[in-house]
């Protein structure tokens, strides 16, 4: 076979491959935003034939021998290269797994989810935990197949987030533990930051109202992307020109939606702003979730939660509820936003206390598979780490250990990605500060510039290449967590007037 | 092979199928629901190549020589040989398809959406009419592959009602021509019911309060159904347990968002009430358009535009809109919501002239297929016959030719089975009322027990028989459009106290 040859067969794979990612995509979106639950396991009986079919061709030993035979071409360039060594590696993750196993794991997988969701409406873990077990066993099983020998758990951190284990994870955390945990304590000792104004009736046709103009403000355009609304928000990209985001009005709560919706979109510009080149391959949608959640966490808090963000567009929300805010400064408005206080919900954490929960849930992953903690009692297990780190305790399930869909979708090791991804954006974002002039150019409704600044030394690289080595092009710089509990301690320590 | 390894093996053909149609279904509801525009390009490409997978299916030579054995083996229960025939059928229509012409098709189809969607964007047929011209090319091209004895036409009025053809639609129109034009005019002459308070300035938050209500009062349960928002209402069925309808509101029509969803609940109504041992084959999914439209039409216009089912929820759209409604009784209301006027938008005509819009695209499609029109200047040749039927023209294309996706879509010969559903409903709904109490049904709340009537009698066969068949089982009698054509006349009589 000629190398040209051998590239169209890879072409043709990736095509068909792709086209039932796509569906499988744009299934998860349905399942999660409109498609009626009575139909779930009629729709989901049948994504999981369709997942079958992906694992068929994932592991397809022709496939595996053109991968090889190119990864030896001299004549393959360094782009194919990488491609076929990310498809290589995903399918030796999966080679040895019977299908049938595979499939029903997606069937146990879609179950869960249903009984995840079930459990929520009740309120009550009990009805989930042998789901969780389930899950976390066939999670294992899974792993087995793959014949490492590293721990299940190690390889689940490297799935999300190429590179990390628990060594290295276990070491950022410890720093999380050590550097965040004290700073927190003296939060809660200070003057509190008057916030009372956040959480007042908010009504929600008018915070709708106010969102068509933040999309805007961010130049966020419903040509490439879908703005639905979802209990728990979320990003989905299908192609460059289709990324699809959720959020979630809280009547009692003004700044809620705004950021939870400032995050997503940090997402959708990632997926939206990948080279098209990529589009349909394992290069336009492989990427680490840290990285991802770094872009999200950008335009959230290190963009979101300042005042020059806020400035032109803080009038706008004024008008809408000016007895809730007709008083309230801007000023007062972004350190009210900024107020840390330890809390139950992860998603509506503030920036300081949120990598906390993501320590936590670290934790209980690692415990959770290495077997010093036990599905059964996880409630009361989830509470008490709470108790010791925020000094919180959840009052009912939904509130705690039923709080995220995670587990419950099978995203074991995803988390602490959230908390990494967190310490990445620091590092983009202090060297875009010294590139651009952000303050100014927020302020000036040019959210565009910096969102194409993001395109050129972030997004355009899509999965072509690791996480730390998008850190080193971006920065020059592999990665440094000093950016990140700088900023936190430089944030807190002045919002907060500590010494 | 043994008759149940022959069934064992017609079953897994039909699972792969499901999965397919379900997948495409959900792809379908989405790209005319939520998803971005600029992504259409990738996602349709992928849908095609999906769509040419289940050509592939489809058409197996294996399939077809086992349907063949299984239509000829005395073992085979009558309904899986309805299943059998039927997908025989199918098959025989495409069998002779080059894959790629098929793929080809469904790329154009996708293209002329597509295309349709922006020239309804710019209110101009011109850039729509090539992609118009080659639909029909193409389906000319496709039906040639059958080697029919009939006409293109036929055939296609065939594929969406079996047993209709030119013959039988002509006759039908023919009567409609003769029995209803004349009673359009008469209604012309005559005083005109008041209408105007329907069209006054209706908020559509409250409008969407309302729909909340209906919904409930039609016992239409989100567990099975999601409802949605697009300009052009629709409804998709994906299983037993998975419809999903859209609507769409008007800020100056109050009752234009009700009827059509009744309209549309109608339908979801027929999906979700198929017998679920028929989901995911062609015996839950087949069923004839006639047919379908039958249900929705009853109970949009033969329940949703009658007195006793406004009265329980009449008084709930008089509290949101006290200004514009609250002087006017039920009566008054339900006499305005029969209004007949001759009008350009077939979604939005009355009962009484709706038969004419279909009668136009049904003379225009005839003429596009034997070649006595062309669709270049098609937007004239639509407005001379409005003008000629109904005495109204377009002033602009969105208001004409623009106004339907159907053609967009490649349904030709979908349109005739809109106006034979409504004399379907008259012939169902004259046995219902003989064997319920289908007026103090409604005037207490109990809508559920009407749609229980219309499961037994309807909806659970499915398209386990044709539509003649379903006729008789419920009505004891084949189709007899006189039913229709009294209805008409008596109510339109009345309401303009003709002579």
Redesign the interface.
């Known amino acids: 076979m000629t190398h040209n040859e051998k590239l169209e067969l890879l072409k043709q794979w990736e095509?068909?491959t792709?086209?039932y990612s796509?569906?499988l995509a744009?299934?998860s979106?349905?399942k999660m935003?409109?498609?009626?639950?009575?139909?779930a396991?009629?729709?989901d009986e049948?994504?999981a034939?369709?997942s079958g079919e992906v694992f068929d061709l994932s592991v397809d030993p022709k496939i595996i021998a053109l991968l090889k035979d190119l990864l030896e071409d001299p004549e393959t360039d360094a782009e194919t290269k990488r491609k076929c060594e990310c498809y290589y590696h995903d399918a030796m993750k999966i080679v040895s797994v019977p299908k049938e196993e595979y499939v029903a794991y997606s069937n146990l997988n879609n179950a869960s989810y249903n009984a995840w969701y079930k459990a929520r409406m009740e309120n009550d873990y009990a009805p989930f935990e042998p789901y969780l077990k389930q899950m976390i066993e066939s999670a294992r099983k899974l792993v087995s197949y793959r014949h490492s020998e590293k721990t299940t758990y190690d390889e689940l951190l490297n799935d999300y987030q190429p590179g990390m284990d628990i060594e290295k994870f276990d070491k950022f955390f410890d720093d999380v533990e050590k550097r965040l945990v004290p700073l927190i304590k003296k939060v809660v000792a200070a003057k509190p930051v008057d916030t009372s104004f956040l959480t007042q009736n908010y009504d929600v046709?008018k915070q709708r109202a106010f969102m068509k103009r933040l999309v805007k403000y961010l130049h966020y355009d419903?040509?490439?992307?879908?703005l639905?609304e979802t209990e728990h928000p979320f990003t989905v990209t299908?192609?460059?020109?289709?990324?699809?985001t959720t959020t979630r009005y809280i009547p009692d709560n003004v700044s809620s939606a705004p950021l939870s919706t400032i995050h997503e979109v940090g997402h959708a510009y990632y997926g939206h702003q990948v080279d098209p080149k990529y589009?349909?391959n394992i290069l336009g949608a492989g990427m680490s979730s840290g990285i991802h959640e770094s872009q999200s966490r950008l335009l959230e808090n290190y963009l979101g939660r300042s005042l020059p963000f806020w400035k032109p567009i803080y009038p706008v929300l004024q008008e809408l509820f000016p007895e809730q805010l007709g008083k309230v400064t801007a000023e007062q408005f972004v350190d009210a936003i900024n107020a840390s206080s330890p809390s139950l919900i992860r998603t509506e954490a503030d920036e300081l206390t949120y990598p906390i929960h993501v320590m936590i849930r670290y934790k209980l992953e690692k415990g959770l598979f290495n077997g010093t903690i036990s599905t059964e009692g996880l409630d009361k297990t989830w509470n008490e780490m709470y108790e010791k780190y925020l000094g919180v305790s959840a009052k009912t399930a939904n509130e705690g250990i039923l709080q995220d869909v995670h587990w419950a979708d099978g995203l074991f090791g995803y988390f602490p990605t959230y908390a990494l991804g967190s310490a990445f954006s620091a590092q983009f974002y202090a060297k875009m500060r010294e590139q651009i002039d952000v303050d100014r150019l927020m302020e000036e409704d040019r959210f565009n510039e910096i969102t194409d600044w993001l395109k050129e030394n972030v997004h355009r690289y899509g999965n072509r290449y690791d996480a730390e080595d998008v850190l080193e092009l971006a920065t020059g710089e592999r990665f440094n967590s000093e950016y990140y509990f700088r900023y936190l301690e430089d944030k807190y320590t002045k919002l907060y007037h500590l010494k």
Chains 1, 2 share one sequence.
């Open positions: 095509w068909k792709s086209a796509m569906v744009v299934l979106y349905d935003t409109v498609a009626p639950a009575a139909g396991e009629f729709r049948r994504a034939y369709l046709d419903e040509d490439w992307c879908y639905g299908i192609c460059a020109n289709d990324s699809r589009d349909g």
